[in-house]
């Protein structure tokens, strides 16, 4: 949820949240490119799964500032369910697109993030499969996204991958329409 003015990290892929929502300092080329601003409100935004130790001081006053629904890595590790019943619950009606960044995920028992730092926190790959499922299942589930998975790093635990794989298979091959 970074702006070029928020970071000088220049990492685009953790820029698209602020655009979507344009935020200050937001690029108006990358705002105005989907239509009408903004393209998302911030009743149309959980964050769940976020570790704060690693947002931004301006990530973390953003969310505050606009009253984003947050549901910290932590709650999901300790409830899958719950975590995401809270989350779809304060979502308002209308299609619903769900992000998965795999950096949220416990680097020790999923290695797939590009993140390097080899954090043994946050939710297990089963705990976060646990509230994909429940999104899969709203009716309103429209589409997954996946981001930040880097291959090489599972090169030590060559069963990450296909675990993986198996658990976004049963999550979407599980839908109920």
């Known amino acids: 949820m970074n702006t070029p003015e928020s970071t000088t990290d220049g990492a685009l892929d ?5 655009h979507a929502l344009s935020l200050p300092g937001s690029i108006d080329a990358l705002v105005d490119v989907l239509g009408p601003r903004p393209l998302l409100n ?6 769940v799964g976020i570790d704060e130790r690693f947002a931004t001081e301006w990530e973390r006053a953003e969310a ?3 009253g984003l629904k947050v549901i910290t890595s932590d709650a999901l590790a300790h409830d899958p369910g ?7 619950a304060h979502l308002p009606e ?14 020790v028992d999923a290695p797939l993030a590009e993140n390097t730092d080899g954090r043994n926190s946050g939710p297990t790959l089963d705990q976060v ?28 635990d060559p069963s990450a991958i296909p ?6 298979v049963g999550i979407i091959g599980g ?3």
């Open 82 to 88: 719950s975590s995401a019943v809270d989350s779809l």
């Open 175 to 177: 839908m109920q329409r």
């Open 94 to 107: 209308g299609p619903l697109a769900v992000h998965l960044d795999v950096d949220v995920l416990d680097f």
């Open 129 to 156: 499969a646990v509230a994909l499922r429940n999104a899969a299942q709203d009716g309103r589930f429209r589409s997954l996204s996946i981001g930040e998975l880097n291959p090489t790093r599972s090169a030590g």
């Open 14 to 18: 953790w820029m698209g949240m602020a």
């Open 42 to 47: 911030p009743d149309q935004v959980a964050w």
């Open 64 to 66: 505050r500032r606009l």
């Open 163 to 168: 675990r993986f794989v198996a658990s976004i």
